[in-house]
């Protein structure tokens, strides 16, 4: 079974809903989760910068079409909001989704937001996207974390929610770790020793978020894997994960696939060999014929997110 570290699902299902399409989840994505043995994934609300609606009305919207999606196929879906929540779901079979914030780009700009997000359901948060806001600089900027970012990150690990830093630059990532004093997580990062881009991590980054407790989730993303690219493929995929496990254990390496699979339009970039959930088989085949063990594979693709998620749900 998988568990995907960070998923754009709630962006794709907004998108139909704002078509006027009804049930979407079931009809459209809930077959792909079942044949790539997919049991759950932390679900974001992202705002798009190149859309015309503003970025609060985005997340409103999302926040809108998981509530009606939950109305009416409550048996496939369970929103996490309780560690009981993830112990009935797996009984019953159901696929959960751990709700995030993809940068608080979308919320007014305060750390009384925090507790609101929290009361609608998120357990997870990351502070910017690309971004600089009020509270930290992303990948785009130089600037660092503020003293508004400060308190927000004291707050998120007070309130035991997932402090993910995928987003932010080397400042403010530098910064969170300074001021975190609980598990930080990268949901969909990869190795920036094997494909230099910013939002790929240093090797002593990845040394400091597993120092934490935390983990490093491995992006699909294909410009995240290699620069060239005749080697955006499934194998170069694999090194950063092999890279990753080398240097913190397997124990601080999840999956954070990033799949943009509800673009019918051809307009989003991805791997052919890793598409969509029902691909992902092909993955957890290479990681064996690469040496891990049967059990480091479940650690990766499972086990690590939902100990972290065991503890934001308590």
Request: glycine share 10%; charged share 25%.
């Amino acid at each position: 079974m998988i568990f995907d570290g960070h998923s754009d699902i709630l962006y794709g299902m907004n998108q139909k809903r704002q078509q006027g399409e009804a049930d979407v989840f079931r009809r459209c994505y809930e077959k792909w989760f079942r044949q790539g043995q997919v049991e759950g994934c932390i679900a974001v609300l992202w705002s798009n910068p190149d859309m015309a609606v503003p970025a609060a009305v985005q997340v409103t919207q999302q926040l809108q079409t998981l509530k009606q999606e939950l109305e009416v196929c409550g048996d496939e879906i369970t929103l996490l909001r309780s560690a009981d929540d993830l112990v009935q779901a797996q009984q019953q079979g159901s696929i959960y989704f751990l709700l995030g914030v993809e940068g608080l780009d979308g919320c007014p700009q305060n750390e009384a937001r925090i507790d609101w997000l929290y009361e609608q359901g998120v357990r997870h948060v990351g502070l910017t996207w690309n971004g600089a806001n009020d509270f930290a600089g992303g990948v785009h900027t130089g600037d660092g974390l503020t003293d508004l970012g400060r308190r927000a990150v004291r707050r998120i690990q007070k309130k035991r929610m997932l402090l993910d830093v995928s987003h932010l630059n080397d400042g403010s990532l530098r910064d969170v770790l300074l001021v975190a004093d609980g598990p930080v997580i990268a949901s969909h990062s990869n190795c920036r020793r094997l494909c230099d881009v910013p939002r790929n991590l240093t090797d002593d980054q990845i040394k400091a978020i597993a120092a934490t407790g935390g983990l490093i989730g491995i992006n699909s993303y294909p410009s995240f894997i290699a620069s060239a690219r005749e080697k955006q493929d499934l194998q170069h995929l694999t090194d950063h994960l092999v890279h990753a496990a080398e240097l913190v254990g397997t124990e601080h390496v999840g999956l954070g696939l990033d799949l943009n699979y509800w673009a019918e339009d051809g307009t989003t970039a991805e791997l052919p060999e890793l598409q969509q959930y029902q691909k992902a088989e092909a993955l957890l085949q290479l990681m064996e014929q690469r040496g891990f063990a049967k059990e480091e594979i479940r650690q990766v693709c499972r086990d690590n997110f939902l100990r972290l998620l065991q503890g934001a749900l308590a």
